[in-house]
């Protein structure tokens, strides 16, 4: 089984602070996403990447930064939290063929 | 661009009720479909999907048929349990390496 794994089920930051959300799979694929879940919002894409060090902007990349150094991990970096990036984030995975695997979330408070 | 429409929540429904949950779509050409399920305190799992017209996924007894002709992909179940009680997102993609489209998430109860 696919197993996508973000570091931190809850994080609470200060306003101004550089925030990490890190996400891992185990199974080699290429494709991994950053989403952000919000109520009565749904899913909405942040950044997603194809391949090592290669990055495309989603629908809501503004506020947000990311890195993939090694095909298993993807990062999203908050260069400066606001309030407004309270959240629930969610990471996922893909080959391409199958559907996407997501890890748990992170929910994120920013005060 | 791509858009999912589903049916506003919260749904709240009596143990071995019968369950539809309304999804329309808008895209070019020809999508996959998908049904996600998030259980309380995790992430999105995926329930069932279709990926060409007049296919029917099916899953742990909920069902959904992709409608070409009315770009519709609605779940249903039969008689639903209390521990099908959790948010469900209706989704599309046009290939293996395109971001999955989201529709908003219905909330659904179920109560003994």
């Known amino acids: 089984d696919v197993k996508v794994t973000q570091s931190s089920r809850y994080l609470v930051k200060r306003t101004g602070e550089k925030v990490f959300l890190e996400c891992v799979q185990d199974?080699?694929?290429?494709?991994m996403f950053w989403y952000r879940q919000d109520p009565g919002l749904g899913l909405r894409l942040i950044y997603f990447?194809?391949?090592?060090?290669?990055?495309e902007k989603g629908d809501i990349p503004e506020g947000y930064s990311v890195s993939r150094e090694k095909k298993e991990r993807f990062s999203l970096i908050l260069e400066s939290a606001s309030t407004n990036q309270t959240s629930m984030y969610l990471c996922?995975?893909?080959?391409?063929?199958?559907?996407?695997?997501f890890g748990n979330g992170t929910r994120l408070t920013v005060t | 661009g791509d858009s999912v429409t589903q049916m506003e929540g919260p749904v709240t429904l009596s143990e071995e009720a019968f369950l539809t949950i309304n999804c329309t779509y808008t895209?070019?050409?020809?999508?996959?479909l998908f049904w996600y399920v998030q259980y309380p305190g995790e992430g999105l799992q995926l329930l069932l999907k279709?990926?060409?017209?007049?296919d029917k996924g099916s899953n742990k007894g909920f069902e959904a048929t992709y409608r070409k002709e009315t770009t519709s992909f609605h779940l249903e179940k039969g008689s639903v349990q209390v521990s099908d009680s959790a948010v469900y997102f209706c989704?599309?993609?046009?290939?293996?390496?395109?971001?999955?489209?989201f529709g908003k998430g219905t909330r659904l109860s179920v109560i003994a």
């Open positions: 996922a995975s893909s080959d391409g063929v199958s559907p996407l695997h």
């Open positions: 199974m080699d694929h290429e494709n």
């Open positions: 990447s194809y391949d090592v060090k290669m990055k």
């Open positions: 895209a070019t050409g020809y999508p996959s």
């Open positions: 279709a990926t060409k017209a007049d």
């Open positions: 989704a599309l993609r046009h290939s293996g390496n395109t971001p999955l489209v």
